[in-house]
């Protein structure tokens, strides 16, 4: 297909790309181009809607009312942030229930984070804190990703993604100026999210195949490493502040590097999370699937009455 491609055509893409300006869904682009732009948006809108689960768990179980209620704003924040990027991914012409099958099928993936349950409701405050913190590192630089409607759908996002990162954050303070077993909680939830977060990153970049296309067309702008170390040393001062220790005895500052060091990654677990065998995989893909099941009349509904007015119209 690309063989018969004008080549001023081409290059108008190669120079928009080049000028760091955006592209459009009109503008022309390679066939590999529109293919990663729909995989990485899918596996994004994939993450928001399973990465509902974790924290949704808990809504009928949060403390107060008023935890309740920022609880039920946040998750409900996630369902638009994946409503957004399933429309990004529709100027590229993918068809949501097409991704919807993909996901339910295990044949397109989401973050490996989601995998992990929330034993206690300082999770919620640790997936806010770390979870949300760690998507905001990385999706800051997406706000200037190549292609139009994801690096906008990112700037909402990212607004919102800060207000998740605060009300984590918040929540783990009063935790931590509570009881013992309070105080306590909280670094159980810390020593089980540390790792999984850093993980969120993706693979190193010596073993990152997507990295060197996606940084020559500018929809990555930084490496999957390059992000993790960014993460990590904007996480160690905020660790001390709330008084919980990161479980990394490998965990220092290098003042040569001018950054922090950290320990090995178990990239084994990753491989496992990622390729579907996680602890609570098969989980969130059976609630996803009941959810797409039960909302079958709902779509069934909705096409019937859009053909009606369309009858009623002609
Ligand atoms: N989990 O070659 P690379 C959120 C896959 S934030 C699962 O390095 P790439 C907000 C990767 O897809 C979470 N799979 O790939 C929230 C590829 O597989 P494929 C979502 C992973 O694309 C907070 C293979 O490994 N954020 O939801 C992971 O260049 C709280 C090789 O990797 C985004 O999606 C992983 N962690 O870089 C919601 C951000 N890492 O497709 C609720 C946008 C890698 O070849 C509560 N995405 N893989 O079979 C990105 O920035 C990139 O896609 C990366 C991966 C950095 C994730």
Redesign the pocket.
Known sequence: MTATVPADVERAFTETIERDQRVEPRDWMPDGYRK?MI???A??AH??II??Q??GAWITRAPSLRRKAILLA?VQD?AG?GLYLYSAAETLGADRGDLTRRLIEGR???????NYPTLTFADVGV??WL??G??IC??VP?CRSSYGPYARAMIR?CKE?SF?QRQGYELLMTMMGGTGAQRAMVQDAVDRWWWPSL?????PDH?????AQ?MAWK??RHS?DE?RQRFVDMTVPQAEALGVTLPDPALRWNSERGHHDFGDIDWVE?KK??SGGGPMNAERIAHRRRADEDGAWVREAAAAHAAKKRGARS
């Open positions: 990663t995989r990485q948006i596996q994004h993450s928001e990465g509902m974790p924290e946040k996630e942030h397109q993936k989401y973050s490996s984070i989601f997936i806010g979870v949300d760690a998507a990385n999706q997406l996002i993604e998740h993980m969120m990153f993706g693979p073993d990152s195949p997507n990295s996606s929809i990555k999957n992000l990753f999370v990622i």
